[in-house]
T-cell receptor, first 114, second 116 residues
């Protein structure tokens, strides 16, 4: 069975601080995909990244960066120089290779304090 | 880019009413769409996989007679909540993936259902 754990339920940081959101996953598959989505108060899900299990390279996109470590089954997400607009619930998710059915973590509510 | 449209965005209705939610892929064909449910301040849970031209596949614990899914075309899946009750109040969101390699899953904007 697949499982995604986001141990941090809520995080608050002051604007311009860096913040890391943790994600730990469990799967028996050797091939799988990991995702991060942002859900602002309006409710829609905004796709941030998809990473397959064979690609352990860290990725940076602007102020966002992701650290994928298979050895610890983690896929952590860091926001650098946080902004108020980053306030949202962030979900980490997992899917089987070739099957886009997603297993979501419980989400981390991030609040950026101006 | 690929867009998934979901309608309506919000529904408020009386207990016992049946409610239909539409999920459309606007510029791509989707043989498979997914329906998720999210209770307040909780995670998204997969309800069912909608398969074009065949029966939907429901997750354990989801009542298929209560949540009717129809995927009659390659661009439209519908979820009907039959005889809705207050405990069915939730945020329902669909998703679809365009064909081809490295295509991310796209989500609709969700439907907030409130049963009085």
């Amino acid at each position: 069975a697949q499982k995604v754990t986001q141990a941090q339920t809520e995080i608050s940081v002051v604007e311009k601080e860096d913040v890391t959101l943790d994600c730990v996953y469990e799967t028996r598959d050797t091939t799988y995909y990991l995702f991060w989505y942002k859900q602002p108060p309006s409710g829609e899900l905004v796709f941030l990244i998809r990473r397959n299990s064979f690609d352990e390279q860290n990725e940076i996109s602007g102020r966002y960066s992701w650290n994928f470590q298979k050895s610890t089954s983690s896929f952590n997400f860091t926001i650098t120089a946080s902004q108020v607009v980053d306030s949202a619930v962030y979900f980490c998710a997992l899917s089987y290779f070739g099957n886009e059915k997603l297993t979501f973590g419980t989400g981390t509510r991030l609040t950026i304090i101006p | 880019g690929a867009v998934v449209s979901q309608h309506p965005s919000r529904v408020i209705c009386k207990s016992g009413t049946s409610v239909k939610i539409e999920c459309r892929s606007l510029d791509f064909q989707a043989t498979t769409m997914f329906w998720y449910r999210q209770f307040p301040k909780q995670s998204l849970m997969l309800m069912a996989t909608s398969n074009e031209g065949s029966k939907a596949t429901y997750e354990q614990g989801v009542e298929k007679d209560k949540f009717l899914i129809n995927h009659a075309s390659l661009t439209l899946s519908t979820l009907t909540v039959t005889s809705a009750h207050p405990e069915d109040s939730s945020f329902y969101i669909c998703s679809a993936t365009p064909a081809g390699p490295n295509q991310p899953q796209h989500f609709g904007d969700g439907t907030r259902l409130s049963i009085l």
